[in-house]
């Protein structure tokens, strides 16, 4: 028997995926239901991502923020397995708080980051649409800290005028990881193709013929969303919140 004959059932490495999502009051409406939409018809792609991935297994986990913090569920789910459950929005902005909460879950020893075949860094996508109405500074440096964080491919989607882009780009460590939109359409599509195309850069092996110690992970999602804000966004302006 060759040393290869026996892996059937070694697990893939996994790639979490994180959505954290504003569920302030000023979300109501428009904002949270097309964010819920979204979300959930985009979960089918990354489900087929995973299936023919031969790097990684890909899970995922959500979080909401409004007047504290919750996780929708108390570990990543497997993307086949997931279902993604619509949330309301109502209550202030606890982004430190949400900040925190991220912070202790981004572990190995008590956190989402302990599968025993290892772990690529992961995904973080925030989606928010107005100020933090608690003092996020100590929970973001915290944060920031974080090794899974800072090696972590992270974008932000600032969603609407009152959006605070200055912390948004706080939280992506750039202000290219952050793009605002101002339509639900806009919302709907940004939101897709930020899922599937981090999905897809995150759960690979890195290729060293393709990306050098000065081109990144990050550099590609970056240049990608940049691309696609450029010729996809201009028009999605059919719509608003009210």
Known sequence: MGRFDNTEGIANRVMTLFFIVDTSGSMTGKKIGTVNTAIE????????????NADAEIKIAAMEFSTGARWISPQPSD???FKW????????????????????KLSRKT????????SFAPVIILLSDGEPTDDYNKGLAQLRENSWFKHGLKFAIAIGDDANEDMLAEFTGN????????????????????????????SKSQD????SSDFTKQDILNNQIQEFTETELEDADADDWD
């Not at 489900?47 to 023919?52: G, P, V």
């Not at 956190?111 to 290892?118: I, L, P, S, T, Y």
């Open 41 to 52: 018809s985009v979960i089918p792609e990354i489900r087929k991502i995973s299936d023919d």
């Open 79 to 81: 993307a086949a397995d």
């Open 85 to 104: 459950r619509y949330l309301e929005a109502e209550g202030v902005t606890d982004f430190g708080k949400a900040c925190e909460m991220l912070d202790e």
């Open 111 to 118: 956190g989402f980051m302990n599968a025993a075949a290892g």
């Open 175 to 202: 202000r290219e990881a952050v793009v605002a939109v101002y339509t639900p359409l806009a919302l709907a599509k940004l939101i897709k193709f930020v899922a599937v195309t981090s999905s897809q850069i995150g």
């Open 208 to 211: 060293a013929a393709a990306i």
